[in-house]
T-cell receptor, first 115, second 114 residues
């Protein structure tokens, strides 16, 4: 079963629009961590954020914000005032106490920001 | 320095060749990973080294052979590959490999098997 679901395969927005990328996860662990990574065309996955299962506070970092809701098992990512440089594939990932060293990646959302 | 360096960036090899991919980090991380990523797919875990010992091998064919000579270096030795092994190979490292540590990724090696 897919542990992390990113239902949006591709999204296109016009520059300066806000965009939200959805992430839904599934786990039986009470302690787990959620991550977002950005993969630009160059290939490197860039770490954006880590959130643990006990911390439901939303986080804002510049134009980026994250909404973690345990009740709906979701960890959504919003980019405000999108820019062309935000064009990339974004992956949500999960790690669990019981499976330690590995990340379960979602299938990714390809975001294109049109100038 | 939050950099993971992979060489080479691109590699074309024949099915009878032997080649190696190299990965280096100087962040003092004790866990290192190899991932394989096909186009338009998420990364798939291949191997994990934790404190220089192989801790996870995700049923990878023996034509891929990992090696961790020391805590800063990770190699992936390739032999008798198939065209379907063509992919982006990503190396990553994390502080301890624990569930709560994020991984830092290199830019990857784009491998083409002909």
């Amino acid at each position: 079963a897919q542990k992390v679901t990113q239902a949006q395969t591709e999204i296109s927005v016009v520059e300066k629009e806000d965009v939200t990328l959805d992430c839904v996860y599934e786990t039986r662990d009470t302690t787990y961590y959620l991550f977002w990574y950005k993969q630009p065309p160059s290939g490197e996955l860039v770490f954006l954020i880590r959130r643990n299962s006990f911390d439901e506070q939303n986080e804002i970092s510049g134009r980026y914000s994250w909404n973690f809701q345990k009740s709906t098992s979701s960890f959504n990512f919003t980019i405000t005032a999108s820019q062309v440089v935000d064009s990339a594939v974004y992956f949500c990932a999960l790690s669990e106490v019981n499976t330690g060293n590995q990340f379960y990646f979602g299938t990714g959302t390809s975001l294109t920001v049109i100038p | 320095d939050t950099e993971v360096t992979q060489t080479p960036k691109h590699l074309v090899m024949g099915m009878t060749n032997k080649k190696s991919l190299k990965c280096e980090q100087h962040m003092g991380h004790r866990a290192m990973y190899w991932y394989k990523q096909k186009a338009k797919k998420p990364p798939e875990l291949m191997f994990v080294y934790s404190y220089e010992k192989l801790s996870i091998n995700e049923s990878v064919p023996s034509r891929f052979s990992p090696e961790c000579p020391n805590s800063s270096l990770l190699n992936l030795h390739l032999h008798a590959l198939q065209p379907e092994d063509s992919a982006l190979y990503l190396c990553a490292s994390s502080q301890t490999g624990g569930v709560n540590t994020e991984a830092f990724f290199g830019q990857g090696t784009r491998l083409t098997v002909v």
